[in-house]
């Protein structure tokens, strides 16, 4: 009996290990060859940094695609797609020296949206992202159509993958409630929480620019103002100088001074 049980316990210790080995062989495959040529070809924000940043920002998406399984349902997933979704996760953190998704183990790509019930296919279809929930805490649904729109778009103010991750860093103390207590300081809750009501009130008047969706509820705001700092951040300093400052102070950088936007550069 002591004999066998050194036996199972032998067994159950290599299955152990073996699954380790083969979980961080899968991961590490998960980085292209060619990302740093992807991220040059395919992401404004990568390309309009210097060469120190470019370095590390290459750092951060290594880290996060060894770290994060990113898998298709009905399609196999592409390179491209394998550093938008590290570049979506990596531009609202990048102002922070060691933040991790400790709260996203799966990103889970459909062909394009999907319902409720997480279904392509069939009518009723309008969902491009989802950070998940309950059994499916940890997850994180994209529309890989959605997911290239936001990259190879450069002229709108919308990017859903970045949204998604935004959802994520809110989430990261609890809540998604549009107050990241984990990146904002305290005293900074108040006058953004202020900020956030008047700004919404004025959308729901249809006084402003920012997509109406933030309206719904303080942590849509904070996910909608953020794909709208990241995609067009000149453009958010000119009409909402307010907002723009607030935003640099909670994710602690200053796009608009990188930032030149295809239509006026040189």
Known sequence: MVLFGLIMMGLILFLYIRNIFIRRRVLHGNVPDSYDTLLEQHVRYYQQLD???KQRFRDKVTRFLKRTTIEGVGIPVEPLDRVLVAASAIIPIFGFKDWEYFNLTNVILYPDTFNESYQYEGNRRNIMGMVGS???NGQ???????LREGFSNTSDKSNTAIHEFVHLLDKSDGFVDGVPRALIEHSYSIPWLKLVH?????????HTDINPY???NEGEFFAVISEYFFERPDLLAEKHPELYQMLSRIFQQDPAANHQHPETAL
Not at 140 to 146: E, F, G, H, K, Q
Not at 198 to 205: D, R
């Open 198 to 206: 008047q700004t919404i009130q004025q959308m729901m008047e249809g």
């Open 134 to 136: 309950g059994p499916l």
């Open 51 to 53: 060469d120190q940043d």
């Open 140 to 146: 994180m649904m994209l529309s890989r159509t959605a």
């Open 214 to 216: 933030g309206a719904t």
